[in-house]
């Protein structure tokens, strides 16, 4: 007679036909096994993400609230995350039964350990329970304990540049690995440099992200008419790209209009009316499984002032420069380069605003900016960073046009298909 023990999995019959996840389940694995692969490089034995970008990344979790910014009685739940182990071919994610049917739905986690800080069943069943002495963390760090993935002198890498969770909750996870024996550093870096090199279906989501962007600029133009109000405007542009299958963004309500606020960049869109010869900004994405595509464009309702109309004339021309440059594998200082010798013969330069871009991808709330950055006023000759296939950016004019940078391993594009003229309504 042999020992060996069969264990069913309960509740599998719950996810039939509802279970989501954006990917094939080797992309992922290819996600943990790169990861895994720049952490063995860097020394790293053990990441413990936290970062919501970084667990729909390895996992495909897609949770709309991460208690970000939960109250006090909260923060030891705040330390749900996802273990990364670099000898291991999977990951353990460590969550509250709340959000069970989140992981079951949405995530491809095999490996889910679930701790809840109130003594009551949920669901119908009973779970490990926080005590007053062993919180989330410390219940969470003795079961990698337990199961080999944490032991004396290991190196453990958290996402101290994540805004997720907070200062406190970070000290406090940090030394519940170092009262185990481990060192603990910054790996905010290591998960977010895998992410920036997009795969081919990553790059699919992105475009078609974009053309949400489209979507929501053309209901932005049909319904611009005196009156209407910067936060009406909103409404009908997020009402269009949800009907085309958009997501909600992670920066929201970028409308600005009028002569003083037209230019003010992140004022939220407010209950101003439109007037005659208002012009009229929108900064937006388009959203599609997480995946963001930015795009910016002015209006007017009428006539706009003629400075205003010759400041932002020169959009097109500069998009089209910059789409004539742009090629795989070309270093950002040369592309930067040929850029400012466009804006000084132009006699653009000094007259712009910000000029440069910044990485697009998976974006939780409340910021859609990336992990990289590339900015016309640092010292280009000191840029070795080059834009290699999988890139994806942002970029910004400087004079209120903004569009979004793909680079493939044959071509670059400029995804956006609205026009950069000013929309006269």
């Known amino acids: 007679m042999n020992n060996r023990k069969f264990e069913l999995i309960p509740g599998v019959e719950n996810c039939a036909g509802e279970m989501k996840v954006a990917f094939p389940i080797e992309e992922y694995q290819n996600r943990l096994t790169r990861t895994r692969m720049l952490m063995e490089k860097e020394g790293i034995d053990l990441i413990y993400a936290t970062a919501p970008e970084s667990m729909n990344y390895i996992t495909g979790y897609d949770v709309v609230w991460h208690r970000v910014n939960s109250p006090a009685a909260w923060f030891d739940t705040m330390a749900a995350g996802t273990a990364i182990h670099v000898d291991y071919d999977d990951f353990i994610h460590y969550d509250l039964p709340d959000e069970e049917g989140v992981l ?149 309500n970028m409308v600005r209009s009028g002569p003083s606020r037209a230019w003010c960049f992140h004022i939220p869109a407010s209950r101003r009316k439109i007037m005659i010869g208002d012009p009229v900004g929108v900064d937006l994405s388009g959203v599609y499984n997480r995946y963001h595509s930015n795009q910016c464009r002015y209006f007017s309702v009428g006539e706009p002032p003629k400075e205003f109309k010759e400041k932002y004339a020169v959009n097109k021309e500069i998009i089209s420069i910059v789409s004539s440059i742009i090629k795989p594998n070309m270093l950002v200082s040369d592309f930067l380069k040929e850029l400012q010798k466009f804006y000084e013969s132009e006699n653009l330069w000094g007259k712009q605003y910000w000029i440069g871009g910044y990485e697009l991808g998976i974006a939780y709330p409340p910021d859609w900016v990336g992990a990289y950055t590339f900015d016309i006023y640092d010292d280009i000759d000191d840029m070795e960073t080059r834009f290699v296939p999988g890139t994806v950016t942002n970029f910004e004019t400087g004079f209120g046009c903004i569009d979004t940078l793909m680079f493939k391993e044959s071509d670059a594009y400029v995804l956006g298909k609205t026009t950069r003229d000013l929309m006269i309504k």
């Open 104 to 252: 079951k739905l949405t995530s491809i986690s095999r490996n889910t350990r679930l701790f809840y800080d109130t003594p009551a069943e949920m669901y119908g069943k009973s779970y490990i329970v926080t005590t007053e002495d062993e919180n989330f963390k410390q219940l969470m760090v003795k079961n990698l304990k337990d199961e080999g993935w944490v032991r004396d002198g290991m190196t453990v890498g958290l996402e101290f540049g994540s805004y997720r969770p907070n200062y406190v909750v970070f000290s406090q996870l940090k030394e519940v690995f170092e009262s185990v024996g481990c060192r603990v550093v910054d790996a905010t870096h290591i998960i977010r440099k895998v992410r920036g090199i997009k795969s081919p279906l990553e790059l699919e989501y992105i475009e078609k992200a974009n053309l949400l962007c489209d979507v929501g600029m053309n209901a932005i133009y049909e319904a611009l008419r005196p009156g209407i109000t910067e936060l009406e405007i909103v409404g009908e542009y997020t009402r269009a790209q949800s009907e085309a299958g958009s997501e909600a963004p992670a920066i929201v």
